[in-house]
């Protein structure tokens, strides 16, 4: 079975910071990791994936992870925040294979200007 | 990319009638659709998984007879929410999947905010 684990329901960081947003799951098999932002009303939006391959994993918006098999997390992380990040984000984790995926409780970031 | 379309986006109905959602996969072939429940502030709930041609399976708790699925090709599935009473208000959001592909991924509609009033 999955799990996911988002460290922080709330973060808030000023414009032009890191933003650090923790995920870590547990898996009883090689996971397949997501991470996606949601803006209010509206669907997800994939901001990046890892499957197979590099650890290091870049995504659209400036954002990037890193799968960390022996910590078994998958952080988010981008440079700069800009006012547009604001929302929730929500981390993922699938078995591979046609399985759906189990999502964390969610990360709301908020960009201070 | 892989895009699948939802709708209606927002719906307000009677409490005691039944509200029909769609989703298409608009550019592959959804050969299963995840369908999810999103109470506000909160995360994705799993409530089903249909596989085209197939009876779906249902969450333990979700109620089979007032969530109808229906996956009857590979580019629709169709949730049905039977008898809606106001505590079935929520967000409802697909999810469209083809494994066998090369860009293996989930592909989310835009969801649908329900209201019964």
Not at chain 1, 76 to 100: I, Q
Request: net charge positive; proline share 4%; hydrophobic share 35%.
């Amino acid at each position: 079975a999955q799990s996911v684990t988002q460290l922080g329901s709330h973060v808030s960081v000023s414009e032009g910071a890191l933003v650090l947003l923790r995920c870590n799951y547990s898996s009883s098999v090689p996971p397949y990791l997501f991470w996606y932002v949601q803006y209010p009303n509206q669907g997800l939006q994939l901001l990046l994936k890892y499957t197979t391959g590099a650890t290091l994993v870049k995504g659209i918006n400036g954002f990037e992870a890193e799968f960390k098999k022996s910590e078994t997390s998958f952080h988010l992380t981008k440079p700069s925040a800009h006012m547009s990040d604001a929302a929730e984000y929500f981390c993922a984790v699938s078995a591979r294979g046609n399985t759906p995926l189990v999502f964390g409780k969610g990360t709301r970031l908020s960009v201070i200007a | 990319g892989a895009v699948v379309s939802q709708h209606p986006s927002r719906v307000i109905c009677k409490s005691g009638t039944s509200v029909k959602i769609e989703c298409r996969s608009l550019d592959f072939q959804a050969t299963t659709m995840f369908w999810y429940r999103q109470f506000p502030k909160q995360s994705l709930m799993l409530m089903a998984t249909s596989n085209e041609g197939s009876k779906a399976t249902y969450e333990q708790g979700v109620e089979k007879d007032k969530f109808l699925i229906n996956h009857a090709s590979l580019t629709l599935s169709t949730l049905t929410v039977t008898s809606a009473h106001p505590e079935d208000s929520s967000f409802y959001i697909c999810s469209g999947n083809n494994p066998g592909t090369e860009n293996y991924g989930y592909t989310f509609g835009s969801g649908t905010r329900l209201t019964v009033v």
